[in-house]
């Protein structure tokens, strides 16, 4: 009886350190520190970022997306900090069905990098999700959800960006 409780104590101090790893990319990290805002319809409140980048000097650009509609351009390092280019109002209910779109896609995986790579990062309710693929940006081969979704979303967003 001893050793099956001994057995059983040893099982679970080693399970209890399994657990997912969490992506520690900057975009992840901001998406991570930023979810919250108003509740939207039944995708409550959520934080959506996706970006591309890496190579030589390690620069990303991306978006981070927030339920409440705000929609921030930005441009960063890896290792170092954001600069936002701009802020502006989305629609709320177009983000909202990005982010119900984006829910079909939670049970799948994809952690590919690269020199340089294409990441999307989604924190709700649900919890905090990231994928990345090797590559700048959606190739028509890439695997859901970079080759419709994410290009949808940076097109959206490239359309609310200020004149030069």
């Known amino acids: 009886m001893l050793r ?12 209890s350190g399994c657990r997912k790893p969490v992506d520690q990319s900057p975009d992840a990290a901001r998406a991570r520190g930023k979810a919250g805002g108003a509740s939207t319809g039944k ?3 959520f934080t959506l970022s996706l970006s591309t980048g890496g190579g030589f000097a390690g620069a990303f650009r991306g978006y981070t997306l927030l339920s409440t509609g705000e929609i921030t ?14 802020t502006r109002k989305g629609n709320p209910d177009t983000l909202a069905a ?8 939670l049970g799948t995986e994809s ?7 294409t990441r999307i990062a989604y924190t709700s309710s649900r919890g905090d999700h990231q994928w990345s693929i090797a590559g700048a940006g959606a ?26």
Do not use: H, K
């Open 4 to 15: 099956i409780g001994i057995a059983i104590g040893s099982l679970l101090i080693g399970l």
């Open 43 to 45: 995708t409550g409140s």
């Open 73 to 86: 351009a930005w441009t960063g390092t890896a290792a170092g900090p954001r600069t936002d280019l701009w």
């Open 98 to 105: 990005f982010a119900m779109a984006l829910d079909g896609y």
């Open 111 to 117: 952690a590919q990098t690269g020199n340089m790579t």
């Open 139 to 164: 190739a028509a081969d890439a695997p859901e959800p970079f080759r419709t979704w994410y290009p949808r979303v940076e097109a959206y967003c490239r359309s609310l960006a200020p004149e030069p």
